[in-house]
């Protein structure tokens, strides 16, 4: 299944600089998308999403952007932080019935964040 | 801040043995869901459970595997049978359902050996 993709699986970033990570999609019933951080040992941790009626979506240092014609949206850290050094998964969702998502997920991204 | 709880973090077992992963999701919320990741793999839906039944499941989800929300409060996924290639993390997640508010909030997890 690879209907979520994330093709780099590994990001190294200086500290200050902007972090950017990709992912791309092939479902077009997909109509909400969500980035989700991870350190080892826990589990998924929300850090922003967006809705397929938007193109930008902002949150302090977290920016996405979503590409609809290029099924591809991206996310933005900046400035890049050595706290922010985990693994980054893309989500995508559609709508089951009575309201539930299904999350169909990327491979993820290990970011690292040099001092 | 609510969290999502689960327990055990660890559980070790024989093959062919049952097991039984609990969840504790946020109060007020209304959607509930299991994932889980093979290590080195994605993040892969397991089923989704809203007002005390299944929403949907993914064909990992077979006769071995069952939920149950068995109070107010918990909620359970239950694997028959174990066998070796059940060995994952395994995350409960849930969602409020207001439409507003789409992020799925995850648990820690609950890393199953299947031995």
């Known amino acids: 299944d690879q209907q979520v993709k994330q093709n780099s699986p590994s990001l190294s970033v200086q500290e200050g600089r902007i972090s950017i990570l990709n992912c791309d999609y092939t479902?077009?019933?997909?109509?909400?998308f969500l980035w989700y951080k991870k350190y080892p040992a826990e589990g998924p941790t929300f850090l922003i999403s967006?809705?397929?009626?938007?193109d930008k979506n902002e949150d302090g240092r977290f920016t996405v952007f979503l590409n609809k014609s290029a099924k591809h949206l991206s996310l933005h850290i900046v400035p890049s932080q050595p706290g922010d050094s985990a693994v980054y998964f893309c989500?995508?969702?559609?709508?089951?019935?009575?309201?539930?998502?299904?999350?169909?997920f990327g491979q993820g991204t290990r970011l690292t964040i040099n001092p | 801040e609510p969290e999502v709880t689960q327990t055990p973090s660890h559980q070790v077992t024989q093959m062919g043995q049952e097991v039984i992963l609990r969840c504790v999701p946020i109060?007020?919320?209304?959607?509930f869901y299991w994932y889980r990741q093979i290590l080195g793999q994605k993040v892969e839906f397991l089923v989704s459970?809203?007002?005390?039944?299944?929403?949907?499941k993914s064909e990992i989800f077979d006769d071995q595997f069952s939920v149950e929300r068995p109070d107010g409060s918990n909620f359970t996924l239950k694997i028959r049978s174990t066998k070796l290639e059940d060995s994952a993390m395994y995350f409960c997640a849930s969602n409020p359902g207001d439409q507003t508010d789409n992020e799925q909030f995850f648990g820690p997890g609950t890393r199953l050996t299947v031995l």
């Open positions: 109060s007020n919320h209304l959607y």
């Open positions: 459970f809203y007002n005390n039944e299944i929403s949907e």
């Open positions: 989500a995508a969702s559609a709508y089951l019935i009575q309201g539930a998502q299904k999350l169909v």
């Open positions: 479902n077009s019933m997909f109509d909400y």
């Open positions: 967006i809705s397929s009626i938007k």
